[in-house]
Structure formats: structure tokens, C-alpha cells
């Protein structure tokens, strides 16, 4: 059952004898029982994939006339889930949206090196890791890659589109760390089942930090808790799916 944070706190608080308050901050205690469900809360959010932490815009910016198939990720995003492209002529209105494909970075040089950098429509392109490679200038972008986990390059642009490739032609979505407000009504954003892991991970936390001990009891029920979210992340479709990246050409 969702909890505010204030109510996790005060139940906590009362589990170990603590004093009674009416707002996170009354007494230290309060305040470092809250920033324990807060780090408890981020743990757990960076190792599960939450619908609700599905993330529908995943590039903090568009290329540039340096880095023309470059956009770099939001620092939220954990884990990219898929890139389309609107792949529409420049003449026409019409949307076209394709999947593009993720190739390892290996792969994907492999697949730019066959290309010939003395016809005009071949741009050679030194990324900021060092590696150049090459990449068309003519044609919407088909494959994608990453050198670095921070910043995702295509192998090609339309130069009758733009300079360089532009976010708002991208449907990209992926799964992001969501924010922790320490406030006394803040709610996490977190399926209804979860609850009870992260009051339970929060407690034996809070019990082994500050009393000296592990409430086994407690621990034993957050094991659970966590199996059993690892099997049911996703409530539709039969439990969690991951996307099949790095498929064998």
C-alpha cells in the first residue's frame, strides 16, 4: 500500500523504539531514517524496470555540426529501450517512423568501414573518444551505437533534413532513475507491491546502521520481496521482457 514518506518514517521509528514526530525533520533521527529509505529507494529503483519509470525522452540535446549523428543521453536514462526514426522525405509532412537497430561499437565500425570516404556523399567523423569513423550524409540513419554509455551515435544523417540530426525527428524511450524528494508527503513512484520491500530493505537498513543488529525477520521478508519483484516487474505480458540488443547479422 503506498506510503508517504513521513508515514514510512513514523512506522520505522516506531519498529525501533524511536521517538514520535510529526515531520521528517523534528530530530535527527526522523531525518536520518528518511535518508535511508531515500538511498534505500534508489537502490532499488537502478536495479528493477518499473513501467512507471518508462522515460519518453531520453536525449538531453540535439547533434552538432561537430558531432552531426551524436546525441547525448539524459542523465537519468539507466538503460536505453528503443529508437525510432522519422525517416519522412523533406518534401512531404508525412510521418514515417522506423526502428532503427543498435549495433555493438565493433559491429558498427565494421559496417562504416566499407564505406568510401572519397565519394561526397561520406563524411568522416572524429568522436570525442578518439575513434573516427565513417558516415552518410544523404540518408536517413539506420544503425546506432555507443563508444561511451553517455552519448548514442548513427550512422548517418540527411543533409536535405538539416545539418545535423535534430531530437524532435527521434522516438526514444528508456527506463530512468526517478527523482527523491525528502519531504514529509513525498510518495515513491512505485508499483503498489513494492511497498513492503522498500519498508522492509529501509528497516533492516536503519536497524543494522544505527541499533547495531540486523532484524532477520525483517531482512528475511525483503529477500523475498525482491525475488519476487524480480519475476513480476511488469504486471502485463507475462513478466519482464528486455529488449533483444546486439542481435547476431
Known sequence: MPQTLLEMVQDILSEIGGDVVTSISDTEEA????????????????????????????FSGSATLTNKT?????????????????????TTSVKNFVKLEY???????????????????????TDTSGIKFL????????????FDDVSVVFDSYDSLRGTFLQVADFQATGYSIPTFTLS??????????????????????????????????????ATKQSRWMSRNAFRVNGGIKYPNYGRSR
Open 135 to 146: 558516415i552518410y550524409n544523404d540518408v536517413s540513419p539506420n544503425y546506432y551505437t555507443s
Open 70 to 90: 551524436k546525441l547525448s543521453l539524459d542523465s537519468s536514462i539507466k538503460q536505453v529501450i528503443s529508437i525510432y526514426y522519422d525517416r519522412r522525405e523533406s
Open 31 to 58: 531525518d536520518f531514517v528518511a535518508r535511508i529509505i531515500k538511498h534505500t529507494y534508489l537502490d532499488l529503483s537502478s536495479k528493477s524496470n518499473w513501467p512507471m519509470s518508462r522515460n519518453n525522452n531520453i
Open 184 to 221: 514529509n508527503s513525498f510518495v515513491p513512484s512505485i508499483p503498489p507491491d513494492a511497498f513492503s520491500l522498500l519498508y522492509n530493505e529501509a528497516l533492516s537498513r536503519v536497524q543494522w546502521r544505527a541499533r547495531e543488529f540486523q532484524d532477520l525477520k525483517a531482512e528475511s521478508e
Open 103 to 125: 549495433l555493438n561499437p565493433d559491429d558498427f565500425l565494421v559496417l562504416t568501414n566499407k564505406r568510401n570516404n572519397t565519394e561526397s556523399n561520406v563524411e568522416t567523423v
